[in-house]
């Protein structure tokens, strides 16, 4: 099974977002919510701000470059995710054990990495 490119961009940015958001300028954040998160097109934010699809669109490319630097830069993205393959496998290899030994090692896991 593939997955659509675009989606996958759009999923991207959107875990992007979540990180970085607080480190945004409030017109990144509002057009990348807006695109991103509302899906409204780029005319539509343009006609919402009156200034052209282009200025939107720019606006928009500006602040996906910016989460990309953040994440080149800070990685918590990629910590995340590492976390994430860090829990699958530990419930993986807990798949045998009593399953309340089991809940409470992937409890402690969750607070431990904070996703409590």
Known sequence: MTV???LEKTNRINLLFDFYEPLLTDKQRTFLELYFHDDYSLGEIAENFTISRQAVYEH???AELTLQEYESKLKLLHKH???MKLRQD???GL???DPALKRK???L???IVGMD
Do not use: A, G, H, N
């Open 90 to 92: 530990l419930v993986v």
């Open 81 to 83: 995710e590492q976390r």
């Open 4 to 6: 659509d490119p675009m």
């Open 60 to 62: 928009i490319k500006r």
């Open 105 to 107: 090692v992937t409890e």
């Open 109 to 111: 896991f969750d607070t």
């Open 95 to 97: 798949s045998d054990c």
